[in-house]
């Protein structure tokens, strides 16, 4: 089964407004990551948090992390038609090898002009 | 640096066919994994290696072989193609940063596999 849970399944705005993005993985973690994929191309990092941070920013995204309630959160802040993908969050299980991430089913972010 | 690449971008197979599925890195990266992805399903685990001549099962191996000889290389081959493993197949490479476990991946384009 899926180690993370991502809701919305699907999420349209318009331009300008703020988008968030929610994951509930099941297990302990050594750190979350978040990727885009834009249609008909491979993932791309976005940002990575550790199990001991709390909340994460990198440019117009921000990321936070509760370890208590295994969820995390992806903000992305004034949002633009080019944000237009899907996002998936990553766990990477605490004890793990290196290369074994465990992938949500993804958010599907539509923004429009 | 070319990253991570895959070769062939696209193929289709008749049912039984057997085929390897290219992925080469020219980062000097230790760790390699395949994943396929399906509408709604997100990205699974197929296999992964933690160098050459380590590999390892991931999720959903069945049906799937691998081989590490190199740190560059990490082919993937379908011994005997089903309809089911109609998917988009993805390579990826990592490094490990000393002292820490991160591991953010760097994925190539894919390949779009169609088993008829």
């Known amino acids: 089964s899926q180690q993370g849970e991502e809701d919305p399944q699907a999420l349209s705005i318009q331009e300008g407004e703020n988008a968030t993005m929610n994951c509930s993985y099941k297990t302990s973690i050594n750190n979350l990551q978040w990727y885009r994929q834009n249609s008909g191309r491979g993932l791309v990092h976005l940002i990575l948090?550790?199990?001991?941070?709390r909340e994460k920013h990198s440019g117009r995204l921000r990321v936070t992390l509760d370890t208590s309630k295994k969820s995390s959160s992806l903000l992305i802040t004034a949002s633009r038609a080019a944000d237009t993908a899907s996002y998936f969050c990553a766990t990477d299980l605490i004890y793990n090898q290196g290369g074994k991430l465990i992938f949500g089913q993804g958010t599907e972010l539509s923004v429009k002009p | 640096n070319a990253g991570v690449t895959q070769t062939p971008k696209f193929q289709v197979l008749k049912t039984g066919q057997s085929m390897t599925l290219q992925c080469a890195q020219d980062m000097n990266h230790e760790y390699m994994s395949w994943y396929r992805q399906d509408p709604g399903m997100g990205l699974r685990l197929i296999h992964y290696?933690?160098?050459?001549?380590?590999?390892d099962q991931g999720e959903v191996p069945n049906g799937y072989n691998v081989s590490r000889s190199t740190t560059e290389d990490f082919p993937l081959r379908l011994l005997s193609a089903a309809p089911s493993q109609t998917s988009v197949y993805f390579c990826a490479s990592s490094y490990s940063i000393p002292g820490e476990n991160s591991y953010e991946q760097y994925f190539g384009p894919g390949t779009r596999l169609t088993v008829t």
């Open positions: 948090i550790r199990s001991n941070e």
């Open positions: 290696s933690v160098g050459a001549g380590i590999t």
